[in-house]
């Protein structure tokens, strides 16, 4: 192996570090021989590999004559920022469209798409914030997605590539760690994917590596840990950091399934998705935002649970879900809690009471005054009129 065995753009690099993770762009660390002036699209030449990315202006300079650069795949823009935009579809918003429209407004491909689902609901709120996210966002959890070294953007499981031993020699391998390194002749041999069994113990499947070329020195440093669902090993840590930073309290809004009233009003639920780690919860209490005011839920309905203060032990029903969602069960409305009075509307039938009432006139010429009783004290009615201020639902 000679030191022009790697190159970009045709100017040879002495020491290269390709890092390639199960999710995410791929990007290498070049350090160049000379001090070449390398800007914007490019081509990495490994041996018989080639990859397509775009030099990081940000992270390139050059030192003593020398030029080191980091280098990502495709257009390096998966971190760029998108503006806010909404989506509506009452058949349900195609992922693929928020993806699609990610990818073209940052200048990134988009080549095979498989989500977890191929509608995300009917509505899809997109946030000012890494295009990134936005994939994340509609592709669905566990899903991993990754640029090519062609620099295409991919979503859905890596293919297992199963590999001959005669393709690598393991050097080292730490079963705590799950770390590898490699001998490798063929600077491609190794994917994410590669399934590998010499001198270990079972099949291990390759999740994250790195490509080390310095000079004329050749190995990979493989991580055999987690699943292909998995971000990789930086990431996982990264991810767990912030997670345990933020697991003190239960911000936002979770759908929670009434199963049942309890007589004091409180209600007992069941959690519509088990993934977000939450368990039914039973019972709990009304803050239905309006002054005096109590439901009457009946089964079925879909209703949100906040936590008070992002407080564990202040779960209270906040919300109830509108006739245009699913999950929308009619409900009865109590004004003054559960010992209030029921409610008429326009066009209900009522049974009105006739007071007795009062008589001013004359018997057989005479003027006369009395009381007047009615010998069926209550009478049948329809109710015509009302206010148009409130609405009083089933």
Known sequence: MTDTFVTV?????????????????????????????????????VGARKLAGTVVPSQTGVFGQQTR????????????????????????????LVAEDAAREIGETLGTFVPIAERVGNDYVRQEAPASRALEDVIGPSVAWWVDFDGVTQVGPRPGVELDASAYEVLAYDPRTRIATLSVDDPGAIVVGSQLSERLEGVQTVREYE?????????????????????????????????????????????YRVVRMAADGRVELQAVRRVVGLPDILPVSQWPGVAGCHAELTPGTIVLVQFA??????????????????????????????????????????????????????????????????????????????????????
């Open 309 to 394: 203060e992002g407080d564990r032990t202040l779960p209270v029903i906040t919300h109830f879900v509108g006739k245009d969602q699913p999950g929308f069960v009619p409900v009865s409305l109590v004004i003054g809690g559960p010992t209030g009075q029921p409610a008429a509307r326009q066009g209900d039938s009522v049974e009105v009471l006739l007071p007795p009432a009062q008589f001013v006139g004359t018997i057989g010429g005479s003027p006369a005054t009395g009381v007047v009783s009615w010998l069926a004290p209550k009478a049948d009615g329809t109710i015509t009129g009302g206010s148009g201020k409130v609405k009083v639902a089933t």
């Open 9 to 45: 753009d045709g100017h040879r690099v002495s020491s290269l570090r390709l890092i390639v993770a199960n999710y995410g762009p791929w990007h290498a660390e070049c350090d160049f021989e000379d001090d070449p002036a390398l800007s914007g699209r490019v081509t990495i030449t």
């Open 211 to 255: 490509l080390h070329v310095d000079g004329d020195a050749m190995r990979v440093v493989a991580w055999m840990g987690g699943s292909e669902g998995e971000p990789g090993r930086l990431a996982a840590i990264l991810r767990s950091l912030i997670k345990r930073a933020t697991d003190g309290q239960v911000n936002g809004s979770y759908r």
């Open 69 to 96: 650069a980091r280098i990502v795949a495709g257009n390096a823009a998966w971190g760029a920022t998108l503006t806010p935009k909404a989506y509506h579809n009452d058949a349900g918003v195609k992922a693929r």
